[in-house]
């Protein structure tokens, strides 16, 4: 089992439209959560940490769930600047970032 | 943007040659990190290295060899390419272990 867990998508949806993603890791010993967007061909950028209590920023909402070892990212209104394929990472202790294979977003006119 | 750069950004070369890529960064950050990203995987860690001359081993370090000489130079090093060392590969700085990580524009590679 892949350490790092994500439905590869494509997800396509219209403008406006709310999108949810989720994404399981594999290691209970788990310290840090984020996720990255990347455009294609183009570099990962961080999009958002994401922290037990859950955290908002702007349209974008990430979620932790450590019991049941998944974190999710919700995305209101969506934007077709919003397309892009989203990578949920996992750090665990005395480990580097593991990166989850990512989910392809398509928002559409 | 995170001062990193990547040389070169593309390249064409034939198995069996050897091929060196490097990565530069402006922030003096401690970390840096190889990766490489192939369809249908996660980026996945090749090496990184903590510090001058401290590397060590990442995800799928076999083919590649890596030297960092100074705190803003890290060189990633095929010492014999093949095919299956087609891909992209980007580099990576960060502050810390666990701390965000911030990439560069990346390098396509092909290996024929």
């Known amino acids: 089992r892949k350490e790092v867990e994500q439905d590869p998508g494509p997800f396509n949806v219209p403008e406006g439209a709310t999108v949810a993603f989720n994404c399981t890791y594999s290691?209970?010993?788990?310290?840090?959560f984020f996720w990255y967007r990347q455009d294609c061909r183009k570099e990962p950028k961080l999009l958002m940490s994401?922290?037990?209590s859950g955290n908002e920023d702007g349209r974008f909402t990430a979620q932790l769930n450590r019991a049941s070892q998944y974190i999710s990212l919700l995305i209101r209104d969506s934007k077709l600047s919003d397309s892009a394929t989203y990578h949920c990472?996992?750090?665990?202790?005395?480990?580097?970032?593991?990166f989850g294979p990512g989910t392809r977003l398509s928002v559409l006119p | 943007d995170a001062g990193i750069t990547q040389s070169p950004r593309h390249k064409v070369t034939e198995t069996g040659t050897p091929v060196t890529l490097r990565c530069h960064q402006t922030?003096?950050?401690?970390?840096m990190y190889w990766y490489r990203q192939d369809p249908g995987h996660g980026l996945r860690l090749i090496h990184y290295?903590?510090?001058?001359?401290?590397?060590d081993k990442g995800e799928v370090s076999d083919g590649y060899s890596v030297s960092r000489s100074k705190t803003e130079d890290f060189l990633l090093t095929l010492e014999s390419a093949t095919s299956s060392q087609t891909s992209v590969y980007f580099c990576?700085?960060?502050?810390?272990?666990?701390?965000?990580?911030?990439f560069g524009p990346g390098t396509r590679l092909l290996v024929l």
């Open positions: 990576a700085i960060s502050p810390g272990t666990q701390e965000t990580q911030y």
């Open positions: 922030e003096n950050h401690r970390y």
């Open positions: 994401v922290y037990s």
């Open positions: 290691n209970s010993a788990s310290q840090s």
């Open positions: 990472v996992v750090t665990f202790y005395g480990q580097n970032f593991v």
């Open positions: 290295s903590y510090g001058v001359k401290d590397t």
